[in-house]
């Protein structure tokens, strides 16, 4: 492709990208024939346009008699996919992908227990309530679940918008690294996982309730601890391309 393709491409996809961001998410932008005529290209560039931009999340594009391009927004979900695909090409030690995730994940909870509010008390409180809900033996998918939520709240709570994203970026991407756990709940191992894992989290919780910066990247270094040595006692997944 030419240089002056590539420039057409380009300025078309910035126009369109900047009409979607001006336009309701899900609002009907046109038919094909419209944005051929409203961005001034080729019918070719604008299919090479839509594409880019339905990878991106800002288009959708909908086909038959009642189709068109529509305004769509990226969200989290799509950001995951995109880097956590764009890392697997970099043939990525996993091992270095969990060490920043814990990384990050202590700076949030430094972060969250310096807050010292009455909205972070409140947040360690229910979820506390909600921890001591879950049974001593529960699976390893409903001690993620927990983690998972608990993680959304104190990422909410602290508005780490941006180390959240990197950390689920990181997260999706060695989630494809690692066996199934399923058959793995039923055992010693797991037991004293959930028990030791239950305990960290619970100081991590106290840590924000006590408005403890300390105990809170004390605890959140634990917490990490046992995930690294809970998913990496599972082996990595045999999918073709997976490593350890």
């Not at 969990?98 to 700076?107: K, R």
């Amino acid at each position: 492709m030419s240089r002056r393709n590539r420039s057409s491409i380009d300025v078309a996809a910035a126009r369109l990208r900047q009409i979607a961001r001006e336009t309701e998410d899900g609002a009907l932008l046109g038919s094909e024939d419209a944005m051929v005529e409203k961005l001034g290209v080729s019918r070719a560039t604008v299919r090479q346009v839509a594409r880019l931009l339905e990878r991106e999340g800002y288009l959708r594009v909908k086909r038959g008699s009642h189709g068109g391009y529509f305004a769509g927004r990226p969200d989290l979900g799509t950001v995951e996919a995109a880097a956590s695909a764009y890392l697997d090409t970099l043939d990525m030690d996993v091992q270095d992908v969990t060490v920043i995730s814990s990384v990050l994940w202590v700076e949030v909870m430094h972060k969250a227990a310096g807050l010292r509010t009455e909205a972070a008390k409140a947040v360690a409180s229910r979820l506390r309530e909600r921890l001591a809900k879950l049974r001593p033996g529960a699976s390893f998918a409903q001690v993620l679940k927990f983690d998972q939520e608990c993680q959304a709240e104190i990422f909410a709570l602290t508005r780490a918008r941006y180390i959240e994203l990197i950390f689920q970026i990181n997260v999706a991407f060695a989630r494809t690294h690692f066996a199934p756990t399923s058959l793995a709940d039923d055992t010693e191992a797991h037991r004293t996982f959930v028990e030791r894992w239950r305990k960290a989290k619970l100081l991590e919780l106290d840590a924000i309730a006590e408005g403890d910066p300390e105990l809170g990247m004390l605890a959140a270094r634990r917490s990490r601890d046992l995930w690294h040595e809970r998913i990496w006692s599972m082996g990595p997944a045999a999918e073709p391309g997976a490593r350890r």
